[in-house]
């Protein structure tokens, strides 16, 4: 019986560096998204409080401000649980959709005081039903973020099917990718700041090899959605508008864009998802099943 779910992906901008302002958007978004008949809604990389883009314009060796700027971040993190995000498990129990947000996470668990680029899963019943911490952060965000581990490469199964997790360039790693097949993934959300079309391709292929529909969302941010505070803003060139164009889009196990990419707006992207589609893919190659040869490969995630 053909099983149709309707699922939604955010390209907003946050209240950069203002949590509770953030979350606040987040919450309205996500009662649209109900609104509009989705029930599930993917929002994008670290959007809680917004990406750290001075990683890539400030040396090192501006301590001074590369310390304020740290400071402000942790302040606007989140802790998993917490006010935050009591407010967002409220919406989401509301609207009825089931929210897969990033945010920067505070490890409440030890110092409290380093930060993880991390998704968090929420029910459709406001219940929070696990994280996920983004393995191995890119260049300049090694300055940022501190590493996750194989504890959080996990699925849910949510009210649409089971749905699974990696965060920007974390799709590039085959065997994070696997340990997701080895799960049963049929949804991918994949919150991430690359608009390329290089990362478009390979969300495709990614969706194709793993039989799964993907959801690509970045955050669409504006030149004006920094405030002006900030000095590192100067550094940007003269007459830009955008910093990040967005790009979201919605792929079907095939490796067919079936919602988006939307270019240089905010806006909630909205696509119908046939999960036969799921089983028509993998009739002729499913990595995880006949294609998967356990006789001649091992594989093994280590959780410490």
């Known amino acids: 019986m053909k099983q149709i779910i309707k699922v939604a992906a955010a390209q907003l901008a946050p209240v950069f560096l203002n949590k509770e302002d953030t979350v606040n958007k987040a919450c309205d978004a996500i009662l649209e998204a109900g609104k509009n008949g989705a029930q599930l809604v993917v929002f994008p990389e670290v959007f809680i409080s917004g990406y750290p883009d001075w990683v890539w314009l400030l040396p090192n060796s501006k301590g001074a401000e590369l310390n304020k ?35 920067h996470e505070r490890n409440v668990e030890r110092s409290g005081y380093s930060l ?49 997790g990696l965060v920007c360039w974390e799709n590039y790693m085959p065997l994070a990718r696997t340990a997701l097949y080895e799960q049963g993934v049929q949804i991918l959300a994949a919150p991430t700041w690359d608009k390329s079309p290089n990362w478009l391709q390979t969300m495709q292929s990614n969706a194709r090899e793993g039989g799964m529909f993907v959801i690509s969302v970045c955050m669409a941010l504006k030149m ?11 550094r940007y060139p003269e ?56 006789d001649v490969f091992n594989f093994q995630l280590i959780i410490k």
């Open 69 to 103: 700027l740290f400071v402000e971040l942790v302040e606007n993190a989140v802790s998993i649980p917490d006010e935050s995000t009591a407010k967002l498990c409220k919406a989401a129990k509301k609207a009825q959709v089931n929210v897969v947000i990033g945010m």
């Open 116 to 164: 993880y680029n991390c998704i968090l899963f929420i029910s459709d019943k406001g219940e929070i039903l696990g994280k996920h911490r983004k393995l191995m952060p890119t260049g300049g965000e090694r300055l940022i973020w501190a590493q996750g581990d194989g504890v959080t490469l996990k699925t849910y199964d949510i009210s649409v099917g089971k749905i699974g």
């Open 239 to 294: 007459g830009r508008k955008w910093i990040n164009a967005g790009n979201s889009c919605i792929i079907s196990p095939k490796g067919k864009i079936i919602a988006g990419p939307l270019e240089a707006e905010e806006g909630i992207l909205y696509a119908e998802l046939n999960m036969d589609e799921i089983i028509e893919a993998k009739r002729m190659f499913d990595v995880s099943g006949h294609y998967s040869r356990p």
């Open 224 to 234: 004006e959605d920094i405030p002006d505070r900030f000095e590192f803003k100067k």
